[in-house]
Each structure stands twice: as structure tokens, then as C-alpha cells.
């Protein structure tokens, strides 16, 4: 399955801060996406510009919005719902993420209900583990989350 047509159909998130490329698969246990990360983003240009890398929060934002695009491609919430990261836990970096690299996120659905995802990740480069994390967020409408 290949929805990069449709990720912006699926998160209210728009360039520069939008990091799904493509879903490659998903169900109810989980979903694994995709994120190539190239030397025009943005944030190359002040972190490291001698020897660029992917920042860390912006592994676990990716991470994040795979997850919940993975849920809303698969209708578990309305249209109009919006994912806040509440907290992000047991993270660990483990390798950099480079320009040119591309990122396959494995996503886990450890709790998903009307007001709430819970999930964890790895984020890999080939067969590489760069990031793992684990992150809850809430669910509602963007007058309703606070």
C-alpha cells in the first residue's frame, strides 16, 4: 500500500513541518512509514551546518506523525481530529539521521481510544536502529484539546 498521495488528506500538519512521505503498511497493531530527509529541510541549515544531522525531536515528530496518520488512514478517528503530544518517554538515540537519508518508521499501537493514542516507534535507517521512543497523545478537535 503506498498512500503518499494522500498523507495530507490525513494530518493537518503542511510543509515545512509535515515528515510522512509515504505509508507503507498498516493494521490495528501498528504501522511502518516512510520519511526521506533531504538538504533543503529546514532545520539543516542552523543544527550542525558543518556536519549536518536530523535533530532528535524532530525523529520523535516524525515518529508521531506516522503513527497518527496510520490511524487516520484507517478512519479510527474523525477527519477533523487533531493528535497533541501529551508526554514522550523511554527514548533512546542510537544513530545519526543524515541528509539524503531515508527513515522507516515501525510504529506499535500500544492504546488507541476516542480521546487517546498511546504508541511506540523505531526509527531506522536501512537496517539500522537510529531512534526508539514511546509517546502518548490526546485526541479531540483543536477547541477541545487543551
Known sequence: MSLTSDIE???????????????????DAGSVSTRKFTEDDFFFKG???????VPGVILIET???????????????SDDSLFFLGTVDKVKFKN?????????????????SPRMIK??????????LCAEAEWMCLVGEADQVK
Open 96 to 112: 545519526q539521521v543524515r541528509p539524503g537519508d531515508t527513515v522507516r518508521m515501525e510504529i506499535k499501537n500500544l492504546r488507541v
Open 9 to 27: 488528506r490525513l494530518l493537518p500538519h503542511r510543509k515545512p513541518f509535515l515528515f510522512v512521505d509515504e505509508i507503507i503498511s498498516c493494521d
Open 63 to 77: 515518529m508521531a506523525q506516522a503513527g497518527g496518520a496510520a490511524l487516520s488512514y484507517q478512519k479510527k478517528f
Open 47 to 53: 543544527h550542525f551546518p558543518q556536519y549536518p544531522v
Open 119 to 128: 504508541q511506540s516507534g523505531k526509527a531506522f535507517v536501512a537496517d539500522t
